[in-house]
């Protein structure tokens, strides 16, 4: 079946730690997008990659980086410079103008 | 500056009663609207979109939404509501930037509870 898968689905981490959350699509779609989500603000754009080696900072980049060396593959590293890690994040993938699809997501907690 | 506004963070309804979850944008070229569900601890599933054609568009498990360039309105309608529609809605728009990138803006979410 094709779809996106993140990991792990729930991840806690310490203070002061990087992490890293996976991203995985076998739809061949081109651009994909992480997602943060925060009870009653939506979703917020962190990054999105258009094409492969290509990535571009969305809304809230600070204290994240990304990577984007295979097409199907986007991991999101989560630094100890972002303040306040703790929500829910969501991995998307897009294929030509149509709609974004969503993986199931991973629920930071720092400890 | 592009934006989804969706009125009312909650929103009750009796089992049966008709479904309704506002959702207004602000563009200044023809958009693309999305509707998406998201129930707990779970990622959003497309429930319908509207990129161009006919105005009212159909979606998945009896839901619909019309697109008023007038009114600005994408608005989410079911005739009925089930139990199992209990969920976070969300109202979004794809906005188009330079280079050729786009992405979707997003409403803050509609929880929907449906009550015996």
């Known amino acids: 079946d094709g779809g996106i898968t993140q990991s792990p689905k729930y991840l806690f981490r310490k203070e002061g730690q990087n992490v890293t959350l996976s991203c995985e699509q076998n739809l061949n779609h081109d651009a994909m997008y992480w997602y943060r989500q925060d009870p009653g603000q939506g979703l917020r754009l962190i990054y999105y990659s258009q094409i492969v080696n290509d990535f571009q900072k969305g809304d809230i980049a600070e204290g994240y980086s990304v990577s984007r060396e295979k097409k199907e593959s986007f991991p999101l590293t989560v630094t100890s410079a972002q303040k306040n890690p703790t929500a829910f994040y969501l991995c998307a993938s897009r294929s030509g103008y149509n709609e974004q699809f969503f993986g199931p997501g991973t629920r930071l907690t720092v400890l | 500056a592009q934006s989804v506004t969706q009125l009312g963070s909650h929103v009750s309804v009796s089992e049966g009663a008709l479904v309704l979850l506002r959702c207004n944008y602000s563009?200044?070229?023809?958009?693309?609207l999305f509707w998406y569900v998201q129930y707990p601890n779970q990622g959003l599933q497309l429930l319908l979109k509207y990129t161009t054609g006919a105005t009212l568009v159909k979606g998945i498990n009896g839901f619909e939404a019309e697109f008023k360039k007038s009114e600005t309105s994408f608005h989410l309608t079911k005739p009925s509501a089930h139990m199992s529609d209990a969920a976070e809605y969300f109202c979004?728009?794809?906005?188009?930037?330079?280079?050729?990138?786009?992405?979707?803006?997003f409403g803050a979410g509609t929880r929907l509870a449906v009550h015996p």
């Open positions: 563009s200044s070229v023809p958009p693309y």
């Open positions: 979004a728009v794809r906005f188009m930037f330079s280079g050729g990138y786009n992405k979707l803006i």
